[in-house]
């Protein structure tokens, strides 16, 4: 069946000597990463005498059991998804200034009825860094920035997270700049 690369039987291994009652299995997750070894992630065997304990009249049953360390697995699966940044919301609305909440919601319902995922730090006066941050650590791609000289203007400025580039548009165009730039960063 293809498997006999990925098994390997050991004579030595030792399991649960008090109940197993025949041949013992266990299951290591093998990688070139030392970070990712962290031993047996399953074992298990067969042990007839351990469940007829409970049965009445002391029947014997035959058993196969096996456990899944499930801790294990995830903290594996932690370790190697910590580099893998990825979110559903493409861009978040950002300014670093003070009472522009109204404004951020008005662009947040634009990008939304456009059908663009996307968010805003519900705090009414968020500092400008914790925003970009907040970005960087959810994976989301781009940030819409907003301040009252471009409000004044009536643009706003598209930033690439990936690139830390910032592009000034008009806000007419933001909508179809924004899918723009979206279609580019997923194809690259």
Request: one cysteine or more; a negative charge; hydrophobic letters at 40%.
């Amino acid at each position: 069946f293809g498997c006999l690369d990925h098994v390997s039987f050991d004579l030595s291994l030792a399991r649960g000597l008090d109940y197993y009652t025949g041949s013992i299995f266990e299951a290591v997750l093998e990688s070139d990463n030392p970070h990712d070894s962290v031993g047996s992630v399953a074992g298990g065997g067969r042990y007839d005498n351990l469940v007829g304990m409970f049965a009445p009249k002391g029947r014997s049953l035959p058993c196969v059991g096996v456990s899944i360390g499930i801790e294990r697995l995830f903290s594996i699966m932690e370790k190697r998804m910590k580099d893998v940044k990825t979110s559903v919301v493409k861009v978040l609305v950002v300014s670093g200034q003070k009472g522009l909440m109204k404004e951020r919601m008005k662009l947040l319902n634009l990008l939304w009825k456009a059908d663009i995922s996307a968010e805003m730090l519900y705090k009414a006066n968020p500092k400008l860094l914790s925003q970009f941050q907040h970005a960087e650590n959810e994976g989301i791609p781009l940030c819409l920035v907003i301040g009252e000289s471009e409000l004044e203007q009536g643009v706003v400025k598209l930033r690439n997270n990936q690139e830390r580039e910032e592009k000034t548009i008009a806000r007419d165009d933001l909508v179809a700049e924004t899918r723009k730039l979206l279609a580019e960063l997923e194809s690259s």
